[in-house]
C-alpha cells in the first residue's frame, strides 16, 4: 500500500488567518520556505511552505494538491518563517499576507528568484598574452583583440562593444571559442568600486560605542546609539561594520526614508568596498528582485533599504542598524501593519546578531527600553571634528509684518548668511503654494469634493490638489459660493516660500526639495547633490530635507512653521514637532562655520520650545515621559486601534459598536475599549472612517484580548459590510 503524501501546510495570500493544507507532489520532498502554487477557491495563487505534516484536520477527499513546486531550494529560512509566524500573531494580522508582503512582487507572482545581469566580455589569460600572428587571417577579430587590450576596463559590455567597435558579435563568437576572450554574465548589482575613504580618527565617544558594537558581535544585543545631531553616529556604523564584514558576515541597514539611501549608499561603498544591494520602492520590480536575491545569497555583503527590507533574506547575517529609528515612516500603515524597528530587534534576538538604534531624538519607546536595561545606552554627546552646534533662538513674530511667512529679521540673517558665502536651508513643512484658496468677498473655500479637507493650491501647474486622496482639478478662477474675481491664497507651502525668495535673491540659485520636485527616478539623487556641492545656495523643503542629511555649508536654518505641530489632536504630537525640530536645527553648522537656526514662532512662552532651546531634546523627552506614566499613555501602555470605513456614515459605526459589545466579559477589567469616535478627519476618499481604540496597562493583556475577541468581530455580520483593519500599536491615531 503506498505512503500518503505529506501535508503540506501553506500561507495563501488571502485575508482568512491561518495555513491551508495542500497534499505534497508524490515525486518530491517540499521543504518549509519553499514556494508553491496552489488553487484556492477559483484562482490559482503563490503561497509559501510554513510546515510540514503527515496528519490533517481536513478530510482526505477535501485535500487537493499543490499544482507546482516554484523552488529547488527554500527562498525563507527557517528563522524568517519564525518571524513571519510572530508578525501574524503579534500584528493580528492574516499569516498569507504577511508572506506575501515578506517577497518581492515579482516573487509572488511566481517568477524565478535569479536576476540575470548583463553579458559582458573580457580578455582570457591567452588573449592578453598570445601572439596576434595567430590572427592574420581574421583582420577583425584581431582589431577587437587589439581594441580590448588598448583599453582602461578590463571588462566591457554589449553598450560599450556597440558604442565602439561595430560589427563585433561574429567576431567575439569566435574569439570565445578560440579562447581569447572569456564571456559571461555581470552582477546585477553595481561593482563595488575599491575602498577610496579612508576611515576618520574617532573622538573619544565615537571610540567607546564602537568598541562596545565590536565586542557585541557573535551575539544578540540590543544598543540605542544617541548623538546629537552631527556627532557622527555614522562613522560609528560604520567602524562596525567593517568589524561584521571582516567576521565574514552581512549587515542590514533600515533607514526610514528613500531620501536618505543615495547619500548612506554613496558612504557605505566608498568606505566598505563590497557589493551593496538597495531595497526601497523608488526601484522597478526587477531592480528589487536583483537586491533581494543577492541578499538571499550572500552576493550583497551590505543592504540597505526602508521598512520592508527587515524581512530580506541574508546568507549570513552579522548585524542590523536601524538608522533614524525615531522615524514614524518604520511603521507599514496600511495593508500588513508591522513596525519594521520592533520587528528588526525580534530579528536580531532570532539570528543572535546585535541590533543599534541610532537618533539624534530616539522615540520615547525606545528611550523606556533603555531605561529599563532592555537596550544599552550609548551616548554622542558632541559634534565630530571642529563642527559646534549651532545658536538656536526664538523669533517671536507676534505683531510683526510677514512677507509670503518670512520675518523681516529673518530675511536679514539670510542676507548676512549669503554675503558670508554660506548656504541657507528654510523649512516649512508644507508643499504646494498655499493651503488652500479662499474668496475675499464671500470666504468660500474649495474643498475636496471626496474628502473633509481644503484643497491645496498649486500656481505652478495652476491646480487644486488634494494631499489626502491625490484628487486634482483645475484651479477655479471666480468664486463658486458669490462669482467674484476674488479668490487669493491662504497661508504657505514650499512653492510660495521658493517664489519670495527668488523674487527676494535673485542672484542665488535655489533648490526645492519636497514630493513635488523629485518625483521623477534620479531627480532626488541630483537635487541632493545640488545642495551638496553648495551650488544651491538656498534650499527649501519639507521634512525630506530634515532626516540625516549632511549639507557641510549650510549656516542658517529658519523652520517657518513650528507652531503647526504644538497643539495636535494625537498624543504623540508634541513628540513629533520636538524631533522635527531638532533633527531639522542640526542641518546647520556641520561644518567649520558656525551656524544658527532661527524658529519663527507665535508662542514663544510656550513650555515644549523653552525646553527644547533651553534644555535640549532629553530633557524634553524624560519629562514627556513622565506626563505619558500619569496619563496612561504608551509606552507606558498598549493600545490597539480598529478601524473602520464605508461609503456611507452609519455602517462603520454600527460595525465598530457591535465590536465593542462583542468584547468577552472577562476582559473588560484589563482591556478599556473607546469609541466608536469619528476619525479626525473624517471622510477621505469618499470614505467615511470611525475608530475603536483598546486601552491596556499590560501588552500580554491586550494580545489575550484580541486572541479572543478577533474572532467573534469577524463573524458579525457588519464586519461583511464595511472595510476594517487593525493596528497594534498604532502610530497615527488619525
Avoid at 549 to 570: E, M, N, S, Y
Amino acid at each position: 500500500m503506498s505512503q500518503r503524501p505529506p501535508i503540506l501546510r501553506v500561507a495563501v495570500p488571502t485575508p482568512v488567518r491561518g495555513l491551508f493544507d495542500y497534499l505534497a507532489p508524490g515525486d518530491r520532498a517540499v521543504e518549509p520556505g519553499t514556494r508553491v502554487r496552489v488553487d484556492f477557491g477559483r484562482r490559482r495563487l503563490v503561497g509559501v511552505v510554513v510546515e510540514c505534516a503527515r496528519e490533517s484536520a481536513v478530510p482526505a477527499a477535501r485535500l487537493r494538491p499543490v499544482q507546482a513546486v516554484l523552488d529547488e531550494a527554500p527562498l525563507l529560512s527557517a528563522r524568517l518563517l519564525d518571524l513571519g509566524c510572530w508578525t501574524a500573531r503579534y500584528y493580528h494580522q492574516p499569516v498569507g499576507e504577511v508572506f506575501a508582503a515578506m517577497l518581492p512582487v515579482l516573487l509572488r507572482r511566481g517568477e524565478p528568484p535569479e536576476v540575470a545581469g548583463e553579458r559582458a566580455w573580457s580578455l582570457a589569460p591567452g588573449g592578453h598574452t598570445g601572439e596576434l600572428d595567430a590572427l592574420s587571417r581574421a583582420p577583425r577579430q584581431r582589431a577587437l583583440v587589439e581594441w580590448l587590450r588598448a583599453g582602461a576596463r578590463d571588462t566591457v559590455t554589449a553598450a560599450d562593444l556597440d558604442t565602439a567597435f561595430s560589427g563585433w558579435r561574429q567576431p567575439a563568437r569566435r574569439l570565445v571559442e578560440k579562447g581569447w576572450l572569456e564571456e559571461r554574465m555581470l552582477s546585477c548589482l553595481a561593482e563595488p568600486p575599491a575602498r577610496t575613504a579612508a576611515p576618520p580618527a574617532l573622538n573619544a565617544d565615537q571610540a567607546a560605542a564602537a568598541g562596545a558594537l565590536r565586542e557585541a558581535l557573535g551575539g544578540f544585543a540590543a544598543f540605542l546609539l544617541e548623538g546629537v545631531t552631527g556627532s557622527g553616529k555614522t562613522e560609528v556604523y560604520l567602524d562596525a561594520v567593517d568589524a561584521a564584514l571582516g567576521r565574514g558576515r552581512q549587515v542590514l541597514v533600515l533607514v526610514p526614508e528613500i531620501a536618505l539611501t543615495p547619500q548612506l549608499v554613496g558612504r557605505f561603498r566608498a568606505r566598505v568596498g563590497v557589493p551593496v544591494a538597495m531595497l526601497h520602492s523608488a526601484l522597478n520590480a526587477r531592480e528589487r528582485l536583483c537586491g533581494w536575491n543577492a541578499a538571499r545569497t550572500g552576493e550583497a555583503r551590505v543592504v540597505l533599504g526602508t521598512r520592508s527590507a527587515v524581512f530580506v533574506p541574508l546568507a549570513e547575517p552579522g548585524l542590523i542598524i536601524v538608522d533614524e529609528e525615531h522615524d514614524a515612516s518604520f511603521k507599514q500603515q496600511d495593508g500588513v501593519r508591522y513596525n519594521a524597528r520592533d520587528l528588526a530587534a525580534m530579528r536580531a534576538r532570532s539570528e543572535s546578531v546585535p541590533v543599534v538604534f541610532g537618533s539624534a531624538t530616539p522615540s520615547l519607546e525606545s528611550l523606556a527600553n533603555a531605561l529599563a536595561g532592555r537596550y544599552r545606552r550609548l551616548h554622542l554627546g558632541r559634534r565630530a571634528g571642529a563642527a559646534r552646534p549651532p545658536r538656536v533662538e526664538l523669533l517671536d513674530v507676534r505683531r510683526r509684518p510677514l512677507v509670503e511667512g518670512l520675518a523681516a529679521a529673518l530675511i536679514e540673517r539670510m542676507e548676512a548668511h549669503l554675503g558670508a558665502g554660506g548656504q541657507v536651508m528654510v523649512f516649512i513643512n508644507r508643499r504646494g503654494f498655499a493651503p488652500q484658496l479662499i474668496c475675499h468677498e464671500c470666504g468660500w473655500v474649495p474643498e475636496c469634493r471626496r474628502c473633509d479637507a481644503p484643497m491645496t493650491y498649486h500656481r505652478r501647474r495652476g491646480e487644486l490638489h488634494c494631499h489626502h486622496c491625490g484628487a486634482e482639478r483645475p484651479a477655479p478662477t471666480t468664486c463658486e459660493g458669490c462669482g467674484a474675481e476674488a479668490l487669493m491664497p491662504l497661508g504657505q507651502g514650499t512653492e510660495r516660500v521658493e517664489a519670495a525668495l527668488g523674487a527676494r535673491f535673485p542672484e542665488f540659485e535655489i533648490e526645492r526639495i519636497d514630493r513635488d520636485t523629485t518625483r521623477r527616478k534620479g531627480s532626488l539623487e541630483a537635487s541632493l547633490e545640488r545642495a551638496r556641492s553648495g551650488e544651491a545656495r538656498i534650499l527649501v523643503g519639507t521634512q525630506m530635507l530634515a532626516k540625516g542629511h549632511d549639507f557641510p555649508g549650510v549656516t542658517l536654518v529658519g523652520i517657518l512653521d513650528a507652531d503647526r505641530g504644538l497643539f495636535g489632536v494625537d498624543f504623540r504630537a508634541a513628540e513629533r514637532v520636538a524631533q522635527l525640530v531638532v533633527q531639522v536645527a542640526g542641518r546647520a553648522g556641520r561644518g567649520e562655520r558656525p551656524g544658527e537656526v532661527v524658529i519663527q514662532t507665535h508662542h514663544p512662552e510656550h513650555p515644549l520650545l523653552r525646553t527644547l532651546v533651553g534644555e535640549g531634546y532629553g530633557a524634553f523627552a524624560r519629562s514627556l515621559l513622565e506626563e505619558r506614566r500619569e496619563a496612561a499613555l504608551p509606552p507606558h501602555a498598549h493600545f490597539c486601534l480598529v478601524r473602520a470605513e464605508a461609503p456611507a456614515q452609519a455602517p462603520p459605526r454600527a460595525f465598530l459598536q457591535a465590536a465593542r459589545e462583542a468584547l468577552p466579559v472577562e476582559c473588560r477589567q484589563r482591556v478599556l475599549a473607546l469609541g466608536p469616535v469619528k476619525a479626525p478627519l473624517e471622510r477621505i476618499a469618499g470614505r467615511y472612517r470611525m475608530q475603536l481604540l483598546l486601552q491596556a496597562g499590560s501588552r500580554a493583556d491586550l494580545h489575550a484580548a484580541l486572541d479572543r475577541w478577533l474572532p467573534a468581530v469577524e463573524a458579525l455580520p457588519e464586519a461583511r459590510r464595511i472595510r476594517w483593519s487593525v493596528d497594534v500599536d498604532p502610530q497615527d491615531m488619525s
